[in-house]
């Protein structure tokens, strides 16, 4: 079965500092794999995603994900964090590859809090 | 922000009622996606519809149910509503385009208290 374990529930860290936030994932074949924010009362937010070619994917504000295959891993980074960077992250793989119109559903991980302080 | 549009925004219903959430999608997506965010939990799939019909199904009960309209937005019904139904419900869409790689936009969701 598919799965994804992000194994930190909060992640603290300074302003200024560089910021992971941890991603495992479980599935078979070759993972589709993402990042969504959640800011509070919010919707997710799309972030970045792997999909196939450079194992360092770059996304939005700054963040960027490194594929690791024999880790099976997908971990978020930020070389440095903001305070603005609070919020909830979620990782997500989807479960079967594009079939043409079909997108798969998306497994999420249970989400990590991140934490920037001034 | 994306293009979704989710309503209500909230709602409060009491148990063994009947609830309707409506999602507009994305211009130029035609599938939509929903899934439910319990309270410290990462969503979880419920339904995918493509071109108005049902494509894949998450592990819930029949009294969840949806539809897809020729526009491509969708509803979601929930019929004789449980405490354990109380959740944030997200609404997703994606582009049709395979080459897209699929991303899943969201909207805001809609926060449902059954009580």
């Known amino acids: 079965a598919q799965s994804v374990a992000q194994p930190e529930d909060q992640v603290n860290v300074a302003e200024g500092n560089p910021l992971t936030v941890k991603c495992t994932y479980s599935v078979s074949g070759n993972p589709y794999l993402f990042w969504y924010v959640q800011y509070p009362n919010r919707g997710l937010q799309f972030l970045l995603k792997y999909i196939t070619g450079d194992n360092l994917v770059k996304g939005s504000y700054g963040f960027e994900a490194e594929f690791n295959k024999s880790q099976t891993s997908f971990h978020l980074k930020k070389p440095s964090a903001l305070v603005s960077d609070s919020a909830l992250y979620f990782c997500?793989?989807?479960?079967?590859?594009?079939?043409?119109?079909?997108?798969?559903?998306?497994?999420f991980g249970q989400g990590t809090t991140l934490q920037v302080k001034p | 922000e994306t293009g979704v549009t989710q309503s209500p925004t909230h709602l409060i219903k009491t148990r063994g009622q009947q609830v309707t959430l409506r999602c507009s999608s994305q211009s130029g997506h035609n599938t939509v996606s929903w899934y439910q965010q319990a309270l410290g939990q990462g969503p979880q799939f419920i339904f995918q519809y493509y071109r108005e019909e049902e494509n894949g199904r998450g592990n819930f009960p029949p009294r969840f149910s949806g539809l897809q309209f020729p526009n491509y937005s969708s509803e979601l019904n929930v019929n004789a509503l449980e405490l354990d139904d109380s959740a944030l419900y997200l609404c997703?869409?994606?582009?049709?385009?395979?080459?897209?790689?699929?991303?899943?936009?969201f909207g805001p969701g809609t926060r449902l208290l059954v009580l």
């Open positions: 997703a869409s994606s582009p049709r385009a395979a080459g897209s790689g699929g991303t899943q936009y």
């Open positions: 997500a793989v989807r479960d079967k590859a594009i079939v043409s119109g079909n997108t798969g559903k998306l497994i």
